[in-house]
């Protein structure tokens, strides 16, 4: 007897990315309820199953997809509207131009247009920061990508709310809007923007309401060697003891950037069962910093990459940013053996789901995790010859190389098209709201 | 009475990067005999022409086509062969892979298939420095992409010669396989290795041939901090004041990388009117160093940009490049106001052709220069929306974005197409040559 399944995707290199590295080479995934309930040789397997749908990927590689820990999607909407700047001019350009068209309409195109950029380039997570985040999650539900959407927190008005003082009445709405479903693949979270905006006792709220829910809390920690100097004037010592010393950490703690740590606020991390998403391409563009990637992982902590939004990047492409970290990290520590390739590929995948608390759900592909996989081109000249997977992936693929993007086991993208939304419509209308700017 | 033209390329934006840096909102390129007849408004100028080919880019970027100032194209034989290492060991584990593979099948597939992969990202025009470099001119002949061949020299023993003193014989056997041709696109060079490799006599014997022949010589130089310790050790003297005083540096004299030179240095390849083209993801992967961009440019010294070889980068991929270019410069410099969008774009441009000497050919678009345009797509969902073209181009756009590129007036690639030769055949001889190394 045959069991029915969904989906099988078949005669490709699977790359599992599991604890034994697994690998087949003629391999399929096999795919119902939106997790894999088969993995292996095809030729093993598959006379056992008897599916709905079949991909042939045709001698491509079937790997995990990859996971964006940190990013501001509706952010797109200002994407290039201000370059080149350092941090604190960048802010001065973008907040004026942000509380322009922030709004329920922005961050919903924003944030679908940004949908189909990573769609496109492979990745099926993304940890979401910003303000309106439910109509983020909306976008992100619309899209079919599994997403954690965290509503910002800081001590300002903003277009959410005029008075701050009215902010965890608007966050504690935003949490109830999330119905109690174990199924769902998008799921609420806290964003506080930073130590720099957001007094002691708003982040300890916000990790208060973050541990009565069982959610995560982020933050942006420590991006610039100015903050950390700031912090210390006003708080008398440095961002992450700041923090811990204000009771924010725990082990649903995220820290965003980390450029400006040492050695035992690494410590501190660890002891605290706290993670780490670097931006390196934000990093660099602003000159803010080069995160301490290989001593985070020597410690312990678990390390996420993120795109960060694409007002600062611009780019929300894993491809372009697994190059970046590593080649940052080997030309700021002048060794070009630190973090080799498939380190790298750790932090985009099941290192990187750690880092967000979703290890048991995503990052790898064996049986019981859910279908998030992509299917990667090997026919173009830049794969040509073949000797190492890894490094194949990190410095020679492109985001373009995804031919297919699947989802819990949904297939939102495939050979050029985006299946579960009108993608030249929300274009169109995220293009209305930047003349808004104009 | 109107012309008759070999093609036109219509409605889109024009963006010339002439000195006046025109822009045209619905432009047309007239070309004829590989050449810019016209070029401007097209309801200003379309009358006055009848073309044999219409390319309609409804709405999409037009722009010169993009120079690679350095790579070893060949070198696509052993993309991925060894990873993560320093230049030493990198060269350790590479040269007799190399050794064993390099040839002129190897040479002929290997450039071949790089040509598709720099033709897809939107290069129209290629230095290489490679061994066996009749056999690179003749695939890059075949590719239809403009090239500077430059035949490599070396004190070693190389598959090209048993004895490196017969190495003159094959060099002038090399330059004189080139006719006379004024119109060619692909013309010789010379590339001596570096002058870790390659004495003083070699060097000055290849300057004397370069001037002779009114050809360019390029090298490797500077590249690493090592590489300053040890010619000091040996000629008492770093490496640019070195090649200084054994009369190698001229106005056709180009140092590849150049990350380690101090001011003077500087100053001295400026006196010799002498260029530079760098390398930032070589650079950076092999923690070689990042050259002194902004203060070349400062001296007034011409700097191109190159991608290096694929087997050290591992990517053939300007837009990978210009982003690294911006982005690396502006981490070592602390400066996120370095080196702009603008500015990257003109080392991959008009400051590219003039570090190779071809600025009176290529490098802008206007009346006169050689007919190399590339078309960006601008409907994908990182163009939206598109405040600023610069901003766009080096930190948004992907080499996928390439749906055209047009070489000397002729369609070398459109939607997903190369012309000139059997691009899956080339993938599969490169194999081939990789599996002999397996």
Redesign the interface.
């Given at each position: 007897m045959t069991e029915k399944v969904d989906l099988i995707v078949k005669s490709g290199t699977v790359l599992t990315f599991d604890e034994e590295e697994s690998r087949f080479a003629n391999g399929a995934v096999v795919i119902k309820d939106g997790k894999i309930v088969d993995i292996g040789e095809q030729l093993d397997i598959l006379q056992d199953y008897e599916a709905k749908d079949v991909i042939d990927v045709d001698g491509d590689l079937i790997m995990p997809g990859l996971i964006n820990g940190h990013t501001h999607a509706a952010m797109?909407?200002l994407?290039?509207?201000s370059?080149?700047?350092?941090?604190d001019k960048?802010l001065e350009y973008i907040i004026p131009a942000e509380n322009k068209i922030m709004g329920k309409e922005m961050v919903y195109w924003g944030t679908l247009?940004?949908a189909?950029?990573m769609i496109?380039s492979g990745i099926t997570t993304v940890c979401d920061s910003y303000f309106f985040e439910e109509d983020a999650a909306r976008a992100f539900k619309k899209s079919g990508m599994r997403a954690i959407c965290a509503q910002g927190i800081v001590d300002f008005p903003t277009p959410q709310w005029e008075d701050p003082k009215e902010k965890f009445e608007v966050i504690e709405q935003f949490l109830e809007s999330f119905p109690k479903d174990e199924d769902s693949i998008v799921n609420p979270a806290l964003f506080v923007h930073a130590p720099y905006t957001t007094s002691p006792e708003s982040y300890y709220r916000a990790r208060e309401l973050a541990s009565k829910c069982g959610i995560r809390l982020f933050t942006h920690l420590a991006e610039t060697e100015n903050e950390v100097v700031e912090i210390k004037k006003k708080y008398g010592r440095t961002p992450v003891r700041h923090l811990e010393k204000e009771g924010v950490l725990s082990e649903n703690f995220t820290a965003i950037h980390a450029n400006w740590v040492d050695d035992e606020e690494i410590e501190i991390l660890s002891n605290y069962g706290s993670s780490v998403v670097v931006c390196p391409?934000s990093?660099?563009?602003?000159?803010a910093?080069?995160a301490p990637v290989t001593s985070f992982i020597k410690t312990g902590i678990p390390v996420g990459l993120g795109t960060d939004g694409?007002a600062s990047?611009?780019?929300?492409?894993l491809f372009?940013e697994m190059?970046?970290l590593?080649?940052?990290q080997?030309?700021?520590?002048?060794?070009?053996?630190?973090l080799?390739?498939k380190t790298v590929l750790a932090t985009a995948l099941f290192m990187g789901a750690e880092a967000i608390g979703l290890e048991d759900k995503i990052g790898c592909l064996k049986k019981g995790m859910a279908a998030d996989i992509i299917v990667v081109d090997l026919?173009?000249?830049?794969a040509?010859?073949?000797?190492?997977y890894m490094?194949?992936l990190v410095?020679?693929a492109?985001?373009?190389d995804v031919k297919t993007n699947i989802i819990n086991g949904r297939v939102v993208y495939h050979w050029g098209k985006i299946y579960p939304f009108d993608?030249?419509g929300?274009?169109a209308k995220?293009?209305e709201?930047?003349?808004q700017?104009?």
């Open positions: 797109s909407a994407r290039g509207y370059d080149d700047l350092p941090l960048w247009v940004s189909a950029e496109r391409g990093g660099a563009k602003l000159a910093g080069v694409p990047n611009n780019r929300q492409d372009y190059d970046l590593a080649k940052l080997k030309i700021i520590s002048k060794d070009p053996t630190t080799k390739a026919t173009r000249p830049h040509a010859p073949l000797f190492d490094s194949h410095y020679s492109r985001g373009f993608e030249p929300a274009i995220l293009f709201i930047g003349n700017l104009l």
